[in-house]
C-alpha cells in the first residue's frame, strides 16, 4: 500500500456525517427525478476511506438489511472501525485495510459508494483509483457521493492553507505538534496585521475558527501533500469520463437555485437550460467552498411525476420540529426564504402530531383534497430543502403522551457508543432503524442518557456531575468555563430535566431508546 502523500501518523476524528446516509441519497436522487436503488430488502455500500468508521458503523447499526464496506490504508483507523463492528454486533458491516488500488478481488459490486473528506486531499493518481472504481464497483442504477473543497470558496482561503503547509514542514515532532506550531504562527502573523490579513478580512476572521479546531481535524484537512480545491465543472468531467452524470447535491436546498442566489441573479437560471452549466454559476453566486455532489451509473430517469409515487414512495415525511408555526423563515446562508400560506398550513396540520407519512398518504389526506398531487410534492420538497420537513427510511411514530420510568438502548452498536464516548468532549450519533440514519447528542447529554439507562433516574444529576468531575471535562455559561461547584451542580440538574422533557421523548419516538 502506499500513502502517496497523505497524512497517516496522526488518526482523524471521529464523525458521522448525514448527507452519507442512503436515505438522503435516495432522497436527492427521486427530487431531481433520478429512480434510486431500493432498500426495503437489500443493498450494498461502500465507503472508501472511511476513516474511524463512525459513518460506516452507525448506517449499518441504522440499516440492518444493507451490507456496509469500509476501505481505509491507515491500520489504526481500521482497527478501531473493527472493535465499533464487534461491539456493536455489526454482522453486516465489513472493514478492509487497503487503499483504493488494491480492494479485494472478491469485493462485488455496490447500489452507493461514498467518500467524504477525500477527494480534494489524496494525490491525482489516488484520484484516478476513486474513479476507476467508480467505474469498476458502482452497479448499474448505483449512486456515488463525493464530497470536496470547492472553488471560488476557497480561493481567499488557500493562502492559509499553504503558509500553514510551508511553516509545519519547518517544525519537529509528529503531524499534530507540527500543526500547533504552524498555527501559532498563522495567528501571530494575523496579530501582527500582515498585509494579506488586512486585505481579506473573511480570511483573518477564519483563524479563529482554526483556533478552535483540534489539532487532528487540522492535520488532515491542511497537511496532506496533494490538497487541491475544485470546480464543479472539473470534478464533473471527471467523472463524466468514469460513466457517471451528475445527479444533484446536498443539502438538499442547493438543488433549489432560488435558494441558493439572490433575486437580481434569479434570470439568469431561468435561461441556463444546462445543468453543469447553472452549477457552476451557481458557485460563483454562492461562493461555494464545499460541495457534497452525487453522480449516477447509467441512471433510471423518472417518466412523469408518478413514477416518484411508484418507485419511490418508501420514504417518509415528518415535521422537523414540534414548535414550527408560520410563517416560516429560513436563512441558507445567501439569501432568507419564507414559508406561508394555506398550503403549508395543511401540511402542518396533518404532520405536526408527529407521526410521518408517505408521500402518496399525503396526497390521499382528506385535508388535502382537491390540492394537485403536483402542487403537494413541490411544497414538500421546498418545505424539506428549507428544514420545515424531515426525511426518514421509514414510519416514525406519534411522541409518546408518557415516558416509561425504566429505559433501555435497543442496539447494542448504540450501547457501545455511549459506554465509550460519553463526555469524550465530541457529539455523537445514535442509529435509528426507522429513520436510516444516525442522530447527534451532545456529549453531555450521551452522559445523562447512559446513567437513566443503566440505573434509572433516582439521583440522576448527582451521578452525571460526579462522572463530568471525574472526566474533567468543563461546563460553560456565557462562553465562560464555570468553575464554582454548586453552580455546576445546578447546570447539570438543568441539563437533566431538558433532556427528559425535550430529547427523550424524540430518541423513544425514533426506537432508539425503549421501554
Known sequence: MTAAGYVTDVVYVPGFYPQMSPVAIRYVAALNGVIPPQTADSFRFLELGCGLGRCLTTLAAAHPRGEFVGVDLNPDHTAAVARDIAAGKLDNARIITADFGHLPDDIGVFDFIALHGVYSWVAPSVRDQILATARERLAPGGLLLVSYNAMPGWAHLQPIRGILQQYAALR???????????????????????????????????????????????????????????????????????????????????????????????????????????????????????????????????????????????????????????????????????????????????????????????????????????????????????????ITAGPVGDVPATLPESVSIAHPFNRSILETDSLGGRSLALASALSGTGHTVGDLDAAILHELVERGRDGLSSRVATRLEASGRTLQQNGQPVADASQRSQLVEEACKAFIATSLPELVRLGIVTA
Open 172 to 390: 519537529t515532532g509528529d503531524s499534530a505538534q507540527r500543526v500547533r506550531d504552524a498555527l501559532a504562527y498563522v495567528v501571530f502573523m494575523r496579530e501582527k496585521h500582515a498585509k494579506y490579513f488586512e486585505d481579506n478580512p473573511r480570511a483573518a476572521a477564519y483563524v479563529d475558527a482554526l483556533v478552535k479546531q483540534d489539532p487532528r481535524y487540522l492535520v488532515h484537512e491542511y497537511m496532506n501533500e496533494h490538497w487541491t480545491s475544485f470546480y464543479f465543472a472539473e470534478v464533473a468531467g471527471a467523472f463524466g469520463q468514469a460513466g457517471l452524470s451528475f445527479v444533484g447535491s446536498l443539502p438538499v436546498f442547493t438543488n433549489f437555485w432560488d435558494l441558493c442566489v439572490r433575486p437580481e441573479f434569479q434570470e439568469l437560471f431561468r435561461t441556463t437550460t444546462n445543468r453543469l452549466v447553472t452549477e457552476a454559476h451557481k458557485d460563483f453566486c454562492a461562493n461555494t467552498a464545499f460541495r457534497w455532489d452525487i453522480y449516477g451509473k447509467s441512471p433510471q430517469m423518472m417518466r412523469s411525476p408518478d413514477d416518484r409515487l411508484r418507485k419511490v414512495d418508501d420514504l417518509h415525511y415528518r415535521v422537523a420540529r414540534s414548535d414550527v408555526t408560520l410563517p416560516y423563515q429560513a436563512n441558507l446562508g445567501v439569501v432568507t426564504s419564507t414559508v406561508q400560506g394555506p398550503l403549508y398550513q395543511s401540511l402542518l396540520g396533518l404532520l405536526s402530531h408527529g407521526r410521518s407519512m408517505q408521500l402518496s398518504e399525503i396526497i390521499a389526506a382528506d385535508a388535502l383534497r382537491g390540492t394537485p398531487s403536483a402542487d403537494l410534492v413541490r411544497a414538500i420538497d421546498a418545505g424539506v430543502a428549507m428544514g420545515l420537513f424531515d
